[in-house]
């Protein structure tokens, strides 16, 4: 008996090292969250019995180009728990996070940190290959680390623009006329060295020879493009800074012809909705726009400029600001020129005159609403926006149309979650 006894002993470790310990990975969780792991690895399950990888990632690009992010970012990760490290999910996925990053971050999650995580695992699997994954590192970082990812991330597209140059030479004729959208191109490496100019203006401002090497990025930004919008508008920053005002006005006046005019006219344009973004600088270098062109007097090119931004977003405080100020500009100008000129106005400039304070007090108003609702940190436009308003007669009551803001996001649940495994993949 005692013998027995020993033996069944000796066996009992033997048969739970044999037995799949599922629950490994959940040891020291609560109930509630041992119970999301459970439903994540059988959505897992149920995704890799229906579904191939490629089904998932033809149904994350379906969502991608229709910018419902989350989903495409739910049937992205599906598609890494299958093969966690398929490099095009991981590029998906990156951008996808890149994209999320506001929103997420209102749900109280850091996206930051796992578009990071993404980004990295990539540059370890194929560091030579991608371009796309150094710039968005360079995003997420800051100061010299960001400038060396752009670097990088330049480095891989010359390499694949010489390759390419060498294949078209070898097949003796020029490129296509229709070539591959996906393939990087000379533009590309021209907005990376914009990113880098970027930074010096900003970050690297103090640094040792930052001037130089700002203007340096930018000249070769133009050297891959000519005509980047966004290059000539940084040279115009660059020329401000060094108070070289007129030439500046030259650069910004040409970047901004190349686009507003286009942008202005494109309900009646043949050009399509893609054509016109990829025509128009990012967003912050047209805020950028838009006051070089008020510190260049040129008001009513701002104006347009402005209505173009509060089109696009209407829940930025600094463009309701600007809007503002720019209004209050106009009106200080008239005035100074009916001054110098020793005249009373005319009952046409009275009305003009109230337009502009009317449209002043308005922007001005919702802007500091805004600012409250958004909580920004930025008090030094907060005191701008109450010293104008304090000059053109106090905030406008009962202003219909202020900014709307949506405080009431939920995250997907885990049921929904789990969904995404039984969804139908039309196609």
């Known amino acids: 008996m005692g013998g027995q006894a020993k033996g069944k002993k000796k066996n009992k470790p033997k048969r739970k090292e044999n037995r799949p310990n599922t629950d490994a990975g959940i040891v020291g969780l609560t109930p509630q969250e041992r119970m999301r792991v459970r439903m994540h690895e059988k959505a897992k399950k149920k995704t890799a019995e229906k579904y191939s990888v490629l089904q998932l990632l033809e149904k994350t690009e379906e969502y991608m180009d229709s910018f419902d992010f989350e989903m495409a970012g739910l049937f992205c990760q599906r598609a890494l728990d299958v093969e966690p490290n398929n490099l095009q999910a991981l590029d998906m996925l990156g951008h996808i996070h890149s994209e999320l990053g506001d929103t997420q971050k209102a749900k109280g999650i850091s996206f930051k940190l796992l578009s990071l995580q993404v ?243 308005s922007y001005l108003t919702k802007a500091k609403k805004l600012h409250g609702k958004l909580r920004c940190d930025d008090q030094p436009v907060l005191e701008h926006v109450e010293q104008l308003l304090g000059e053109l007669g106090g905030e406008l009551e009962g202003e219909e149309g202020d900014p709307v803001l949506d405080d009431d996001y939920e995250p997907c649940s885990d049921e929904e979650e789990e969904d995404i495994a039984e969804a139908p993949m039309e196609h």
Not at 227 to 239: R, T
Not at 248 to 264: D, F, I, N, T
């Open 119 to 361: 980004f990295l695992r990539a540059v370890e699997l194929s560091p030579d290959v991608g371009h796309n994954k150094y710039m968005y590192l360079g995003q997420l970082h800051s100061g010299q680390e960001a400038v060396d990812y752009y670097n990088r991330g330049i480095q891989v597209l010359l390499s694949v623009l010489e390759k390419q140059e060498h294949t078209t030479a070898q097949a003796g004729a020029a490129a296509p006329s229709d070539e591959d959208p996906e393939l990087p191109t000379a533009k590309d490496v021209s907005v990376a060295y914009c990113s880098i100019a970027e930074i010096y203006l900003a970050d690297l401002c103090m640094e040792e020879g930052a001037a130089d090497k700002c203007r340096e990025s930018i000249e070769r930004a133009l050297q891959y493009h000519y005509d980047n919008p966004e290059a000539l508008q940084l040279m115009a920053s660059y020329l401000f800074s060094t108070e070289r005002n007129q030439e500046g006005k030259e650069y910004l006046l040409k970047s901004v012809g190349l686009w507003l005019p286009a942008q202005k006219q494109s309900a009646a344009s043949s050009s399509s909705e893609e054509d016109l973004q990829s025509m128009i600088p990012p967003y912050e270098s047209r805020i950028t726009t838009a006051k070089l062109l008020m510190e260049s007097e040129e008001y009513e090119m701002a104006v347009d400029v402005l209505e173009g931004l509060l089109e696009e977003d209407d829940e930025v405080v600094q463009v309701w600001y600007l809007s503002g100020w720019v209004c209050y500009l106009q009106l200080e100008k008239a005035k100074e020129q009916q001054e110098r000129e020793g005249r009373q106005r005319t009952e046409e400039e009275k009305e003009e005159a109230n337009a502009l304070t009317d449209a002043a007090r």
